[in-house]
């Protein structure tokens, strides 16, 4: 179960030590070797920013190893990843609006098996909050 936390409200040190972060480095946090070097363009549909991030990720010669290098960091999926925009889990049906689902799905598809208790965990997590604000958050200006 690969797991994506939203950071926002994480300031102190243990409960960033629980978190891999994969955003952009804001707030104290160290940015990632993967985090969307995109960001939402006014007037672009929703989804463009992803789409450019997917597709740059599966252009890096090097994913294979940034991948493995990103699951040993998770603790083979017992951390959580980090970013500024969702609470999800990859697998969960959850609409993709952040870089870090992308990267929680790859991780799912390369190095997790998809179990049934992945959606039943899924079914009694907590509703997403509420969002305002844009789809994608990412970066939080920082
Ligand atoms: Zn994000």
Redesign the pocket.
């Known amino acids: 179960m690969i797991r994506v936390v939203n950071v926002k409200g994480m300031n102190k040190p243990a409960d960033r030590a629980g978190v891999v972060y994969c955003?952009r480095p804001f707030a104290g946090w160290k940015g990632h070797a993967l985090g969307?070097p995109f960001r939402p363009k006014p007037g672009d549909p929703i989804g463009t920013c992803l789409e450019r991030y997917r597709k740059w990720l599966l252009a890096r010669p090097t994913l294979d190893a940034d991948l493995a290098a990103l699951w040993e960091e998770t603790g083979h999926g017992t951390k959580p990843l980090g970013?500024?925009?969702?609470t999800a889990t990859a697998g969960d049906g959850a609409e993709v609006v952040?870089?870090?689902q992308v990267l929680a799905e790859m991780l799912r598809e390369r190095f997790a098996a998809v179990t049934p208790s992945a959606r039943a965990s899924a079914a009694g997590s907590p509703p997403a909050e509420p969002g305002g604000g844009t789809p994608?958050a990412?970066g939080a200006s920082g």
Do not use: E
């Open positions: 955003g969307n970013c500024w925009c969702v952040c870089h870090a994608h990412d």
